[in-house]
């Protein structure tokens, strides 16, 4: 049965607006003429115009944080606990069960920026699209920021999902799921603005700390949602090995067997 791809990752680049200022990657690009003379160095004589067209070997060296680019975030981000007091899993812990599974796409471009999604609205939702949840289902949300990425106004875009949003899908077996947006929660400026008003600190990443009482992942800074139906296809996320960190980076993949 062929199959068909699509990319749902974002490339990591440096000097676009894809994280705060504090957060950018780096990456400096070595080209095979500047790397030919180091070339050399690994074989006792060998100059560099005996290498076919004087030229050595690209390579790029890369400043980054496990958050940069479409990464997915563990437990152990989120808080030191997870499930209620159990100790929050690492990346390198994350069950390679939860990282290939179907995928399903909710709709929520039409929120307002800042906007955080109830449980309310992912129920309405998945009427919508004719979809019942299932045990290790990959539900990702695709919002007014994917098509920002990289724009300066990127991190303010989108909406976000709250507590009892996060816990109605982990509630019903969701253990992975994902966002175009630069933040799985709403954007800071608007959650800022209402902690201002009302005080009241449970506001802040509450759909993060969800997994306080439900352990689960999901992937932030997500691309080309807009390309993906409702459902009907896989998501494959497995995500770098990094021992004990809090994200990993993955080539988010959507899988269709057509």
């Not at 180091?38 to 004087?54: A, R």
């Not at 253990?175 to 954007?187: E, H, I, L």
């Not at 400026?189 to 439900?214: C, L």
Request: negative net charge; glycine residues 10%; contains cysteine.
């Amino acid at each position: 049965m062929p199959r068909r791809f699509v990319d749902i990752t974002v490339a990591m680049e440096a000097e676009i607006a894809s994280d705060p200022p504090n957060m950018l990657p780096r990456i400096d690009y070595v080209d095979h003429k500047q790397s030919a003379e180091g070339m050399t160095g690994f074989f006792p004589g060998l100059t560099v115009d005996q290498l076919p067209g004087g030229e050595g070997w690209a390579v790029e060296f890369l400043q980054i944080a496990t958050h940069n680019g479409t990464h997915l975030d563990a437990p152990y981000h989120y808080h030191s606990t997870m499930n209620n007091g159990e100790r929050a899993i690492t990346i390198d812990e994350v069950p390679l069960e939860w990282c290939l599974n179907p995928g399903v796409k909710l709709d929520f471009r039409h929120f307002a920026d800042g906007y955080v999604v109830t449980a309310t609205d992912v129920e309405a939702e998945l009427k919508r699209i004719g979809h019942d949840l299932h045990p290790l289902d990959i539900v990702v949300v695709n919002t007014s920021a994917g098509a920002h990425y990289g724009q300066d106004d990127y991190l303010s875009k989108g909406c976000g999902m709250g507590r009892e949003a996060t816990l109605y899908l982990t509630e019903r077996g969701v253990r992975v799921t994902g966002t175009d947006a630069w933040s799985w929660d709403a954007p800071f400026v608007y959650t800022a603005q209402e902690f201002a008003k009302n005080g009241d600190p449970s506001i802040i990443w509450e759909g993060h700390r969800a997994g306080m009482e439900i352990g689960y992942c999901h992937i932030e800074k997500l691309g080309n949602l807009q390309e993906l139906p409702a459902s009907g296809f896989e998501i494959s996320c497995f995500p770098w090995k990094i021992k004990g960190a809090s994200a990993g980076f993955t080539r988010a993949v959507a899988i269709f067997n057509d």
